[in-house]
Structure formats: structure tokens, C-alpha cells
């Protein structure tokens, strides 16, 4: 057997034991406690909101605590008959996930039931130890172009290990540096590569009182000046980067 089908082959029996290892959990719903491998997992609330089969749903923690709510919202189209010969209108459904404490919005066009928004919940590993998990949360916004506050969201990048992914897609990677200026100032340098191992971009800052970063982009020799949060740091760097068209 050649090394590539050998490969193939080993992806597969791993995709193959995954799978049968997350159909193994057993996920049950008892009078609106959802379990999972008879352990309680969160609570589930529905309530219906259209012609008893669109209904909104209320997700809490095992305390009681609202983590998310999917929202059935109603659609109405214009839309050509071919049969009448005329516009006419078509209704349709669609929900919009809320997570409580962030206040951002998902909105899935498609319909949801009780138990494909369990799978869902799973499917995205959005609740871990009874509460949201913050890292899966941006993944699913970044993933699906969620708003914050109802404004379209920044929908920033996400970071595993040295890899930058957007939209939940891989954009690049970077390397990380210390070094000290001149005038002794130690510093951090984040050198950014596309998906081609072209290094696009490398950006330095001060790790004390830090205010820009200073970001040299290789494609067209330009030195840009790019604030510094703390809060999310390089996320915000590498989406500055992303938006600039550099990765």
C-alpha cells in the first residue's frame, strides 16, 4: 500500500471512530432536562409561536441561567406563481440564536426542532461546564456572520495554536518573537504568513504601555499604524489584516 493511501486510509477508520465515539453519547430529553449519557447537561424551554410546529426556544444552565434563546422569526417574499401567472406572497421561517450574556446574533436561515438544536448545541461544543464556552461561541459567529448589539459583527478571527482562521476558514498563520528596541524597550513582533508561506505582514509592539501596533505589509512596502487592544489583541490585528485584503 502507498504512504498517501496509507494515509487516506488511517483519516478514514479516525473519521470512522469519532463518529461512532459522538453516536455513542446518549442525549435524552426528560421533561425539558436534556442529558447526555444520563448526566444532566441544560435545561430546555419551548413554547410555540407558529401554527404549532415553529416554536422559539430557551436554553439554561443547570442553575436556571439563560445561555442562549433560538428565536423563530417570520419571512414574507414576493415571489412569481407560474401557475396564477402573478406575484404572490410566500411565507417563510428562519430563527435567530441570541446568546444572553455577549448579546450576539447568529441568524440561521433554515428551520430548527427541539432535537436539531440539541444537535446543533453539540454539533458546535457551545456549552461547557454549564456555561457558554467563550472560544466556541466566536467560532460558531465567526462560522455563520453574526451581529453584536444588532450591528453586523467584526466576526473576528479565530486562533488555534500558531493558525488564524476567519470565517471558518483558514486564512494563515503566524510566528511569534521577542526582541528589545533600541532605546531597550522589550517588544513582541508577530510575523504573519498566507496560506502560501508568503509572509504578508509583521507587526511589532511594546509590551508596556502598548497603544499601536506597527504593522509592515510586504505587498505593497506600507508601514500602518493599527491600535492595540488589549482585549483580543491579535484577533483584532489579524482581522485589521484580513479586512486590508493582506491575508
Excluded at 438544536?117 to 460558531?140: H, V
Aim: hydrophobic content about 40%; glycine content about 4%; aromatic content about 10%.
Amino acid at each position: 500500500m502507498k504512504i498517501s493511501n496509507l494515509k487516506i486510509s488511517l483519516m478514514l477508520i479516525f473519521t470512522l471512530v469519532l463518529s461512532n465515539a459522538v453516536n455513542a453519547q446518549k442525549i435524552k430529553d426528560n421533561d425539558g432536562i436534556i442529558t447526555l449519557d444520563d448526566k444532566p447537561y441544560v435545561k430546555l424551554i419551548k413554547k410555540v409561536q407558529y401554527v404549532f410546529v415553529h416554536n422559539n426556544f430557551w436554553i439554561q444552565n443547570l442553575d436556571g441561567k439563560e445561555l442562549l434563546s433560538a428565536i423563530v422569526k417570520e419571512k414574507i417574499s414576493r415571489v412569481y406563481d407560474n401557475k396564477k401567472r402573478k406575484y404572490v406572497d410566500q411565507t417563510s421561517y428562519y430563527y435567530v440564536i441570541n446568546f444572553k450574556d455577549s448579546e450576539a446574533q447568529v441568524v440561521l436561515n433554515q428551520q430548527l426542532s427541539k432535537r436539531g438544536l440539541i444537535k446543533l448545541m453539540f454539533k458546535n461544543r457551545l456549552i461547557k461546564d454549564n456555561q457558554i464556552d467563550p472560544i466556541a461561541e466566536r467560532e460558531f459567529i465567526s462560522k455563520h456572520g453574526g451581529s453584536v448589539h444588532g450591528i453586523k459583527s467584526t466576526a473576528l478571527p479565530v486562533i488555534k495554536e500558531d493558525q488564524i482562521f476567519h470565517y471558518g476558514k483558514l486564512v494563515g498563520n503566524f510566528i511569534t518573537q521577542s526582541s528589545t528596541s533600541e532605546d531597550g524597550v522589550s517588544q513582541t513582533i508577530l510575523l504573519i504568513y498566507n496560506n502560501d508561506g508568503e509572509k504578508v505582514a509583521e507587526a511589532i509592539v511594546h509590551d508596556e504601555n502598548a497603544i499601536e501596533w506597527s504593522v509592515y505589509t510586504y505587498s505593497d512596502e506600507k508601514m500602518s499604524y493599527v491600535r492595540y487592544e488589549a482585549d483580543d489583541a491579535r484577533e483584532k490585528l489579524f482581522k485589521w489584516i484580513s479586512d486590508k485584503k493582506y491575508l
